[in-house]
């Protein structure tokens, strides 16, 4: 993906954007014209000249395609416009572009796709109402069974530029080129995953502040998080970059939250200790060099352990097994200041009960749902009207703490601020325990003093990056391992932006 801005728009701020670029002297034609030139770019960039078939719908989405058709005829490619509403008369800027086309335009056929090297597809763009139904979806059908490449106008037709599903029959584009901002539907899943490549183009809709609630969210980047990971002062000592307790499982589900536990190390903490119950004690010893372990019998001394080794953040969860004693030990540490990371088992305990749960969790907390636990942590919010990140949003403000909505497109949220949706995740950390090693980089970075929304977006991060580095094959252990390498080369990234920043007063 070419991400451009980091702001992700609603289809209604991109609008208004349009609009006040109106204002300021670019009328709606211009910016048409330059957004049907930023594809023609995009296609000249990536393909030979080719017979290209542009789909062009009733509304302006279909005006960009009769730019596109001059645009790529002009570059001496072989077009062909094909109508795919015939009786629908265009308007305004569609109808000015329409009128500039002065080659044929053929209404929809059998033959449409015929010797199709290249699709544009200029049928809807973010105007989309309904599901496209009888011709238009049978259409949509046909070019994505047609094998040629498919170039998506601003989003591929049959999605919803504010959500994450598309809406009936949609395109299955090698190329999205969109305007000004990202949308939701571009981001989410499974919406993302018919956009292809993503280029957002700057169509000269000059800079201002969005009106509240047109920047729906960002995107989750170093840029946000410019302290963490901390590089340390020189004097630094152990004691100074953060101690991190973590509870081990039951003797036979110890890994995973040894997992954890070396996350947080990997992640800067100064000392990571396992509170084990006594019968796994032994097994976590034999696993563990650098992390302390200390054994506790029941809450009690639990929360004693927790003060005498003078815990500056806690991850919970990680396979600990869902019990009673898991639940009041999740509630006792609750009570105490320190930020706590709750995950896994520490979450599932609480579905039959949330309301248990959240009335207890504070603004510097981080629980770390994926989509079966946070459909029971928070009913009615998910699989509803409300997109991942809107959901995501009303789950920080009913839960009073930090949210990590995980998954191919996961959307950190906490009360009062915007959102943030990660893209750097690999599909190669769909495998058992990468989530123990978020919740203890999460749980390491809080323990150093990380303010706990950037905490969980920096160890988001670096953990696709963790993923994207590793790639195919990769097992959950080995994640912590390559972040030395990763937090090296951000920090060698900072270092030479800022000194360019220096130089040039930027
Ligand atoms: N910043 C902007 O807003 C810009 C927008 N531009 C283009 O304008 C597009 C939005 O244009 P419009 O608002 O005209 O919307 P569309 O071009 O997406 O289409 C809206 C039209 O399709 C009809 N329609 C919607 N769903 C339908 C369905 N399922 N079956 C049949 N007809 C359906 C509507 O009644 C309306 O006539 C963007 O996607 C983009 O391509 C660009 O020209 C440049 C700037
Ligand atoms: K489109």
């Given at each position: 993906?070419t991400p451009?801005?980091a702001?992700?728009?609603?289809?209604?701020?991109?609008?208004?954007?349009?609009?006040?670029?109106?204002?300021?002297?670019?009328?709606?034609?211009?910016?048409?014209?330059?957004?049907?030139?930023?594809?023609?770019?995009?296609?000249?960039?990536?393909?030979?000249?080719?017979?290209?078939?542009?789909?062009?719908?009733?509304?302006?989405?279909?005006?960009?395609?009769?730019?596109?058709?001059?645009?790529?005829?002009?570059?001496?490619?072989?077009?062909?416009?094909?109508?795919?509403?015939?009786?629908?008369?265009?308007?305004?800027?569609?109808?000015?572009?329409?009128?500039?086309?002065?080659?044929?335009?053929?209404?929809?056929?059998?033959?449409?796709?015929?010797?199709?090297?290249?699709?544009?597809?200029?049928?809807?763009?973010?105007?989309?109402?309904?599901?496209?139904?009888?011709?238009?979806?049978?259409?949509?059908?046909?070019?994505?069974?047609?094998?040629?490449?498919?170039?998506?106008?601003?989003?591929?037709?049959?999605?919803?530029?504010?959500?994450?599903?598309?809406?009936?029959?949609?395109?299955?584009?090698?190329?999205?080129?969109?305007?000004?901002?990202?949308?939701?539907?571009?981001?989410?899943?499974?919406?993302?995953?018919?956009?292809?490549?993503?280029?957002?183009?700057?169509?000269?809709?000059?800079?201002?502040?969005?009106?509240?609630?047109?920047?729906?969210?960002?995107l989750n980047h170093p840029a946000l998080w410019p302290d963490w990971p901390e590089t340390g002062?020189?004097?630094?000592?152990?004691?100074?970059?953060?101690?991190?307790?973590?509870?081990?499982?039951?003797?036979?589900?110890?890994?995973?939250?040894?997992?954890?536990?070396?996350?947080?190390?990997?992640?800067g903490?100064?000392?990571?200790?396992?509170?084990?119950?006594?019968?796994?004690?032994?097994?976590?010893?034999?696993?563990?060099?650098?992390?302390?372990?200390?054994?506790?019998?029941?809450?009690?001394?639990?929360?004693?352990?927790?003060?005498?080794?003078?815990?500056?953040?806690?991850?919970?969860?990680?396979?600990?097994?869902?019990?009673?004693?898991?639940?009041?030990?999740?509630?006792?540490?609750?009570?105490?200041?320190?930020?706590?990371?709750?995950?896994?088992?520490?979450?599932?305990?609480?579905?039959?009960?949330?309301?248990?749960?959240?009335?207890?969790?504070?603004?510097?907390?981080?629980?770390?749902?994926?989509?079966?636990?946070?459909?029971?942590?928070?009913?009615?919010?998910?699989?509803?009207?409300?997109?991942?990140?809107?959901?995501?949003?009303?789950?920080?403000?009913?839960?009073?703490?930090?949210?990590?909505?995980?998954?191919?497109?996961?959307?950190?949220?906490?009360?009062?601020?915007?959102?943030?949706?990660?893209t750097n995740?690999?599909?190669?950390?769909?495998?058992?325990?990468?989530?123990?090693?978020?919740?203890?980089?999460?749980?390491?970075?809080?323990?150093?003093?990380?303010?706990?929304?950037d905490?969980?977006s920096a160890?988001?991060w670096l953990?696709g990056e963790a993923?994207l580095r590793?790639?195919?094959?990769?097992?959950?252990?080995?994640?912590?391992?390559v972040m030395p390498a990763i937090m090296q080369d951000l920090a060698r990234r900072r270092r030479i932006a800022a000194v360019r920043a220096a130089l040039i007063?930027g």
């Amino acid at each position: 993906m070419t991400p451009g801005p980091a702001e992700i728009f609603s289809v209604d701020g991109v609008r208004r954007a349009d609009r006040h670029a109106s204002g300021h002297g670019r009328s709606a034609w211009v910016l048409m014209q330059t957004a049907g030139r930023s594809v023609v770019d995009a296609i000249t960039a990536r393909w030979s000249p080719r017979q290209t078939v542009i789909f062009v719908g009733p509304g302006n989405n279909g005006g960009d395609g009769f730019v596109i058709a001059n645009g790529l005829s002009d570059a001496g490619w072989p077009v062909r416009v094909v109508r795919v509403f015939p009786d629908r008369n265009w308007t305004g800027d569609a109808h000015v572009a329409a009128q500039h086309w002065a080659g044929p335009v053929n209404g929809l056929g059998p033959d449409s796709l015929s010797g199709a090297g290249l699709i544009v597809d200029a049928i809807f763009g973010t105007g989309l109402s309904r599901s496209p139904e009888g011709e238009a979806a049978e259409l949509i059908a046909a070019i994505n069974a047609c094998g040629a490449p498919v170039v998506a106008v601003d989003i591929p037709s049959g999605l919803n530029g504010d959500r994450g599903e598309p809406q009936g029959e949609a395109v299955e584009a090698d190329l999205t080129v969109t305007f000004h901002r990202l949308r939701p539907a571009h981001l989410l899943q499974p919406s993302r995953q018919f956009c292809g490549k993503i280029v957002c183009a700057d169509i000269g809709i000059p800079d201002h502040d969005p009106p509240e609630g047109d920047v729906v969210a960002r995107l989750n980047h170093p840029a946000l998080w410019p302290d963490w990971p901390e590089t340390g002062a020189a004097d630094t000592h152990k004691h100074r970059k953060g101690r991190l307790a973590v509870l081990s499982g039951p003797a036979k589900s110890t890994g995973a939250a040894r997992m954890a536990a070396v996350a947080g190390l990997r992640a800067g903490a100064g000392l990571v200790t396992m509170l084990t119950p006594p019968g796994a004690a032994l097994v976590n010893a034999n696993h563990l060099t650098e992390v302390m372990i200390r054994s506790f019998r029941d809450v009690e001394d639990f929360l004693t352990g927790l003060d005498a080794i003078r815990a500056t953040a806690a991850v919970l969860g990680p396979a600990a097994g869902k019990s009673d004693a898991l639940k009041q030990i999740v509630i006792a540490a609750l009570s105490r200041p320190l930020p706590v990371v709750l995950d896994g088992d520490a979450l599932s305990v609480f579905c039959d009960d949330p309301g248990h749960l959240l009335g207890h969790l504070r603004d510097h907390d981080v629980i770390t749902p994926h989509a079966g636990e946070f459909e029971r942590l928070f009913p009615g919010l998910s699989g509803t009207s409300l997109n991942k990140i809107e959901a995501a949003r009303a789950a920080a403000d009913r839960a009073g703490c930090v949210v990590v909505f995980k998954g191919a497109d996961s959307v950190i949220a906490v009360p009062g601020r915007t959102p943030r949706i990660n893209t750097n995740a690999s599909p190669a950390l769909a495998t058992a325990g990468t989530g123990d090693t978020l919740a203890g980089l999460i749980g390491g970075l809080l323990a150093q003093g990380a303010p706990a929304f950037d905490a969980a977006s920096a160890a988001v991060w670096l953990h696709g990056e963790a993923g994207l580095r590793l790639g195919s094959g990769l097992i959950a252990g080995e994640l912590a391992d390559v972040m030395p390498a990763i937090m090296q080369d951000l920090a060698r990234r900072r270092r030479i932006a800022a000194v360019r920043a220096a130089l040039i007063g930027g």
